[in-house]
T-cell receptor
């Protein structure tokens, strides 16, 4: 079975803090993605990566950065957390064909 | 990517088949039909996908009409654990930037 894990299920941070969300996949997938999901807004792509050290902006990259130093690990960084970044963050991975497999999600609250 | 239309909610009795429809009348020839579901507070789970032919796996069956303008996801014996929001997505299989866009989906409630 494909396994995508995320470092935390629930996280509470304060405004201005630097936040790291980690995602690890064990299927040697080339592509990895970070989404956020908010009620009424659906799933929105923040960043994706199609190879180690490669990254592309998604629809809403502002306020976020990413790092992919190893193929299995894709990190999302909130440089200075703000309250409007309170959300469910979902990581996904896929091989070159299109099926994406998701992790369990991290519910981040920024106070 | 083509847009999809799904009913916002459906009920199904436990043990019966759940048939979830999806309209995708503007689908292109190279677009696949994908189904995901999301149980409350969890990440989306891949169910099945297809291009033209009907597909079946251990979770569900996917029936695609001959003109490919609509499809139906079938859960043959729904259980309470199948209660979730089901998303139908149509998109091209591509190399880069193959992000997913989830619409409203269908909230399936399986009742005892």
């Amino acid at each position: 079975d494909v396994k995508v894990t995320q470092s935390s299920r629930y996280l509470v941070k304060r405004t201005g803090e630097k936040v790291f969300l980690e995602c690890v996949q064990d299927m040697d997938h080339e592509n990895m993605f970070w989404y956020r999901q908010d009620p009424g807004l659906g799933l929105r792509l923040i960043y994706f990566s199609y190879d180690v050290k490669m990254k592309e902006k998604g629809d809403i990259p502002e306020g976020y950065s990413v790092s992919r130093e190893k193929k299995e690990r894709f990190s999302l960084i909130l440089e200075s957390a703000s309250t409007n970044q309170t959300s469910m963050y979902l990581c996904a991975s896929s091989p070159l064909e299109n099926t994406q497999y998701f992790g369990p999600g991290t519910r981040l609250t920024v106070l | 990517d083509a847009k999809t239309t799904q009913p916002p909610s459906m009920d199904c009795a436990e043990g019966r088949a759940a048939n979830l429809p999806c309209n995708h009348s503007t689908i292109s020839g190279n677009e696949y039909v994908y189904w995901y579901r999301q149980i409350h507070s969890q990440g989306p789970q891949y169910i099945i996908h297809g291009l033209k032919n009907n597909e079946t796996n251990e979770m569900a069956s996917l029936i695609i009409t001959e003109d490919r303008k609509s499809s139906t996801l079938i859960l043959p014996h729904a259980t309470l654990r199948d209660t979730a929001v089901y998303y139908c997505i149509v998109r091209v299989a591509s190399y880069a930037g193959n992000m997913l866009t989830f619409g409203g989906g269908t909230r399936l409630m399986v009742k005892p």
